[in-house]
Nanobody, 124 residues
Framework: QVQLVESGGGLVQAGASLRLSCAAS????????MGWFRQAPGKEREIVAA????????YYVDSVKGRFTISGDNAKNTVYLQMNSLKPEDTAVYYC?????????????????WGQGTQVTVSS
């Protein structure tokens, strides 16, 4: 089992950058496929980015390609989401999640563990 705690959210202006962190405890993140999801008010939770435990394979939703980067630090047992050139439409609660099964999952129901979320608000 793994516990996930996100941090790094906040209120920024369009064009700014933020780095979200997801600190894991209980088990090494290298054992999991890790994903970042987001959920805006009135919308379904959607995948933003995902990576395998080794970090060799990654996935990004089209709307963030070229702007967001998912990475991990196994020594710190932490996964990051670097978000650049933020847009108002990026405003959402961002969640970190971990899955044991193989494959880079894009569906929330395929993930086994979730953090509590961190709010990201981008003003225009």
């Amino acid at each position: 089992q793994v516990q996930l705690v996100e941090s790094g959210g906040g209120l920024v202006q369009a064009g700014a950058s933020l780095r979200l962190s997801c600190a894991a405890s209980g088990r090494a993140i290298s054992s999991y496929r890790m994903g970042w999801f987001r959920q805006a008010p009135g919308k379904e939770r959607e995948i933003v980015a995902a990576r395998t435990g080794s970090g060799v394979n990654t996935y990004y939703v089209d709307s963030v390609k070229g702007r967001f980067t998912i990475s991990g630090d196994n020594a710190k047992n932490t996964v990051y989401l670097q978000m650049n050139s933020l847009k108002p439409e990026d405003t959402a609660v961002y969640y970190c999640a971990a899955k044991l099964s193989s494959g880079l999952g894009t569906l929330p129901q395929t993930y086994d563990y979730w953090g509590q979320g961190t709010q990201v608000t981008v003003s225009s």
